[in-house]
């Protein structure tokens, strides 16, 4: 994963579409994975890069909303994709996960936990620490 893409291409992609997504009144929905919430020591690039997109996404969300542009963070934890395929723990299928993120668009969740494991953070983070 590269930092790169994980920052500055969310920011590029949502610069570019700004116009449409502002006269269509509509949302973005950046993928950020758990790792943004917990950093995963094997892959700590991934980890602050998912952290900083998260900055980013928050600061979307208070910088678009008088353009009426909803902004959703979908924290995904582990998914049977072919990055995974080879590690031996408990994945969401592809398909779940895209059901639960549609859902939370629609629903307006700014925070989207679509999978079980996602789901065991969710508490935590809507609370806050303490």
Request: aromatic content about 6%; hydrophobic content about 40%; charged content about 20%.
């Amino acid at each position: 994963m590269s930092t790169r893409r994980n920052v500055f291409g969310v920011h590029g992609v949502t610069q570019a579409f700004l116009p449409l997504l502002a006269r269509s009144r509509g949302a973005i929905v950046n993928n950020l994975s758990t790792a943004a919430l917990v950093p995963i020591p094997i892959v700590p690039a991934c980890s602050m890069s998912k952290a900083a997109a998260l900055s980013l996404t928050q600061s979307q969300r208070m910088l678009l909303a008088d353009q009426g542009v909803r902004v959703h963070a979908v924290f995904t934890g582990p998914t049977d994709t072919d990055m995974n395929r080879e590690f031996d723990f408990p994945k969401a299928s592809p398909e779940s996960v895209a059901r639960a993120i549609f859902d939370g668009v629609e629903n307006q969740e700014e925070d989207i936990f679509p999978d079980s494991m996602s789901q065991t953070m969710a508490a935590g983070w809507r609370s806050g620490p303490g």
